[in-house]
């Protein structure tokens, strides 16, 4: 149970994300009097949202509204969004050359979240970075593996059956994606191998000028799906942070005269997601500010509000890819006793999300299980 100034502190922090995200100040903000901005910083740390939460500073700033960010923070938080920014900058031009040397080389990719889906924000460089992830037919991905691994200096393991392979290249953590299927659900992985053949066969792509190189991405139809399924497959697995369901917001926003609601539809219902889509929209509207015209599926019901608030809860607890969780036990073990723990604790975790969704948690619970053993088979 939160105490009340913690509780307090959560609110500022959303309401600042808010402001980030759309705009426009709740100048009710002033009735949490003291606030603990270095708590809020590392929530914004932990959120992978530092340059959002900035952005909601300035707009009070702006607006004749001081807050009490102590100015030594201040000061800190804005050389760390300027670092952000370089590093945007940096990942942008390392893009733009990788995709030219693969078009040289014949082999056609899509770029798919990180960078793609940054340019969707009002400051698409203040978005905290991740990983470059590509995305590819089968064939392309067999040549783009074949084609980067003499260039990385460091490689993963190969998932085989999700045909993904990261590597690092001069720094940059690369992922190549011959598919977007997850461990967690044959339902998802269906709609996400539909979206490929949309992708990939009929070419509904949309492109990003990335320092005078065209730079391919999903159409907003796809990518919509893709972005939602991924990141539900996080939250079901190590946890998911608000800069995922950020991007999400904003995908939506930014398309939202032009995404066909019914294609989105049919899709969410084919997964058998459509109860997360409408809790996740909930938890947007009520915590983040999505305004509901841009919100799909969007339903104004006590049991969709109390879904979101658990939501909120796991969000802030876990933190960006769960990075707020204890896993020194893989240090500490290995072989069949970490195997065991790592299963034990997801079965704890999924417990947890079933009290929010009780149809699919159990499901994808078992679905997990069976792909575990076999990739460990």
Not at 156 to 181: P, R, S, Y
Request: proline residues 2%; charged residues 25%.
């Amino acid at each position: 149970m939160k105490s009340q100034n913690e509780s307090n502190v959560i609110d500022v922090f959303h309401t600042l994300v808010k402001v980030g995200l759309w705009g426009g100040g709740n100048t009710e903000i002033r009735k949490y009097g003291t606030t603990d901005w270095n708590y809020i910083y590392r929530l914004a740390q932990e959120q992978s949202v530092q340059g959002l939460v900035l952005q909601g500073i300035e707009w009070f700033k702006k607006h004749n509204f001081i807050l009490s960010v102590p100015q030594v923070l201040l000061l800190q938080w804005i050389g760390e969004v300027q670092m952000i920014e370089q590093k945007n900058r940096s990942m942008n031009a390392f893009i733009a050359e990788l995709i030219e040397i693969l078009r040289q080389a014949d082999i056609y990719t899509l770029l798919v979240k990180g960078q793609g889906i940054a340019q969707c924000y009002d400051k698409p460089l203040w978005r905290a970075a991740g990983d470059v992830d590509l995305y590819l037919s089968k064939d392309n991905y067999e040549k783009a593996k074949a084609f980067l691994i003499p260039l990385a200096q460091h490689i993963e393991a190969e998932d085989k059956n999700k045909l993904h392979q990261g590597m690092t290249i001069d720094g940059w953590i690369v992922e190549l994606h011959g598919t977007m299927h997850t461990y967690i659900s044959r339902r998802i992985n269906k709609v996400n191998d539909e979206v490929h053949r949309d992708i990939f066969f009929s070419e509904n792509v949309r492109s990003w000028n990335d320092n005078g190189v065209q730079v391919f991405l999903p159409s907003a139809n796809n990518d919509v799906i893709i972005v939602f399924n991924h990141f539900i497959n996080h939250f079901y697995g190590e946890g998911v942070g608000l800069r995922q369901i950020c991007d999400w917001c904003r995908l939506l926003w930014t398309y939202k005269e032009s995404l066909n609601y019914i294609v989105l539809k049919q899709r969410i219902c084919k997964a058998g997601l459509m109860t997360e889509w409408k809790a996740f929209a909930a938890f947007a509207v009520d915590f983040l500010g999505m305004p509901v015209e841009a919100m799909p599926f969007y339903e104004d019901k006590p049991s969709m509000h109390r879904k979101a608030e658990k939501i909120c809860r796991l969000v802030i607890e876990t933190g960006n890819f769960g990075q707020n969780k204890d896993e020194s036990y893989r240090k500490k073990y290995t072989g069949l006793t970490r195997n065991f723990i790592t299963i034990w604790r997801r079965f704890k975790e999924f417990a947890r999300i079933a009290m929010i969704f009780p149809g699919n948690a159990p499901k994808f619970y078992m679905t997990y299980l069976i792909n575990r053993f076999k990739a460990v088979a």
